[in-house]
């Protein structure tokens, strides 16, 4: 259930965006009865107007799209009044020979400027998600202050460390929480310990100490309730190894001590693990560099062993790039000149426990905002057509044209003013799905067939209908792409629309107006 809750929110989301995109096709065809098969060209310059804002002036995707609509306004408007105005009323044909050679013009142009190569429009947000409907998909408090936890764990682990730190800090409180509601919980106890460390290893001096004394004491908690459970021995590994490189003295001594005997524990529930191999070798080797004499070849010489061993285990994944396994017939200087290597950027993976049930619906961020704007745009669009008297003119026109003349209304001026807004809503479509879409300049053609596909489903000149068709079309994908599959998708779509047009051919709100 979560996961059909999961696709039919996605495909909604995505089908704002789609629906966007059929209602500027549906305006310039109601108005001007032209079949525009540049439309998806339209959206693709407009992903490069993004890409351009974003990247030269560093202007947010979304934010752009106030420069966006007016340039695509006047760029739409240019097109109508040099090109499109000239087979107004010519046989369909021609129109459609005209418009695909407009597409192709654009498509090429951007080929010679950007070349055909995918441009990436990546943000701070683009991979962020939010979980929603939590309490009706996991009613369980304590598994759904966990999976925040665990949410913002995962979140802080690719973010910079001033992203970090607050996100970790964030996951210690959930933890804390949660642990109120059911206390004794290892999983839990776990995964606090491990987001203490990583606000430890982002911090100094005795604040970092603070956070890895009681990241210990949670890990030693989690592992008095698990014995045998060996992600926790690495963690609890991972914490004093940390804490025996911050020390000085005795309190080194004791904590490299101590390290060493967790170490022990954890390789004995999991011998030749690479991690922990790793992480023995590390450990050796940062306590070698606080002795001297014989003390110091003895440690460098354990901790070689170690880090020979870990090469021999390291994961067949792995092996493609893996060095060949260190000789252990080389001197002390050999030695410790391949573990300075070699361990140079050693940073210990700590284990976090996944979630126990689903946390809840993931919706993703930059989709959720294109929604957002999305539905703005077609209650304001909506209202102008409805409520003011150019868009009245417009209806007008769009109804009869040559009775919207008589009236006095200035039908040239009309068809003007439908290419331009077709146009600012087909860029503001590529403006919103840029930060989730590649962008080349070939994206155009799979946009124009959707949008024939959503404006027909809906109903050719029903605004209300490109709408509905644009959520059907992404429900219709999403679900699709999970339960048949992803390169099915568009076959799901397809089907659905023919028998739409078997069925009920002008469309499902199909009256030819708007």
């Not at 995918?118 to 929603?132: A, E, G, P, V, W």
């Not at 949660?178 to 982002?202: C, E, F, I, M």
């Not at 914490?239 to 001590?257: N, Q, T």
């Not at 469309?507 to 107006?513: A, D, E, F, I």
Request: no cysteine.
């Amino acid at each position: 259930m979560t996961i059909f809750l999961q696709s039919v929110i996605s495909g909604v989301l995505i089908g704002g965006v789609y629906a966007l995109i059929g209602i500027g096709l549906t305006i310039i065809f109601g108005v001007m009865r032209v079949i525009n098969f540049a439309h998806g060209d339209l959206l693709m310059v407009g992903m490069y107007l993004t890409y351009n804002l974003f990247t030269l002036t560093g202007i947010d995707p979304f934010v752009s799209i106030i420069i966006t609509i007016p340039l695509m306004f006047l760029f739409g408007a240019f097109l109508q009044k040099v090109f499109i105005n000239r087979m107004i009323g010519s046989l369909p044909q021609n129109q459609i020979l005209l418009t695909i050679g407009m597409g192709l013009i654009m498509s090429n142009t951007m080929m010679l400027i950007y070349t055909s190569d995918y441009k990436i429009l990546s943000t701070s947000y683009s991979s962020d998600s939010i979980q929603i409907l939590q309490s009706v998909v996991n009613p369980d408090k304590y598994e759904r202050l966990y999976n925040k936890g665990n949410h913002l764990v995962a979140k802080a682990l690719g973010a910079p460390a001033d992203d970090a730190i607050p996100l970790l800090a964030k996951a210690d409180t959930r933890y804390a929480e949660a642990l109120k509601v059911k206390p004794d919980q290892y999983r839990a106890l776990n995964n606090w310990g491990v987001a203490l460390t990583g606000q430890a290893r982002l911090k100094k001096g005795a604040e970092a100490d603070a956070l890895a004394a009681k990241a210990e004491e949670k890990l030693d908690a989690a592992a008095a309730l698990t014995p045998d459970d060996f992600d926790i021995a690495y963690n609890r590994s991972a914490v004093l190894a940390f804490r025996a490189s911050k020390a000085h003295g005795a309190d080194a001594d004791a904590l490299f001590k101590k390290t060493y005997a967790a170490l022990q524990a954890a390789n004995e529930l999991q011998a030749d693990d690479y991690d922990l191999l790793n992480l023995w070798s590390a450990t050796l080797f940062n306590e070698a560099a606080l002795k001297s004499g014989s003390e110091t070849e003895r440690l460098v010489a354990a901790a070689y062993e170690k880090y020979a061993a870990a090469q021999a285990a390291k994961p067949t994944a792995e092996d493609a790039t893996a060095e060949p396994v260190p000789d252990a017939k080389k001197s002390p200087a050999e030695m410790r000149d391949i573990l300075g290597k070699g361990l140079a950027s050693f940073t210990p993976k700590l284990k976090v426990k996944a979630d126990k049930r689903d946390a809840g619906i993931s919706v993703s961020t930059p989709l959720a905002i294109s929604f957002v704007i999305t539905a703005f745009i077609t209650l304001i669009l909506y209202w102008f057509l409805m409520k003011t008297d150019t868009g009245q003119a417009i209806r007008a026109t769009a109804q009869d044209r040559e009775a919207a003349q008589l009236m006095g209304i200035n039908v040239k001026w009309m068809s003007i003013l439908a290419f331009g807004m077709g146009s600012s809503l087909a860029g503001t479509a590529g403006a919103l799905v840029s930060p989730t879409y590649y962008i080349f300049p070939q994206i155009g053609s799979i946009f124009t067939l959707k949008a024939f596909v959503i404006t027909v489903l809906g109903g050719m000149g029903s605004i209300v209908g490109a709408t509905l068709g644009g959520i059907i079309i992404g429900i219709a994908e999403s679900v699709s792409a999970v339960y048949i599959s992803s390169g099915w998708k568009d076959v799901v779509v397809f089907v659905l629309f023919l028998l739409v047009l078997l069925f009920k051919p002008s469309g499902l709100l199909g009256k030819s107006r708007m």
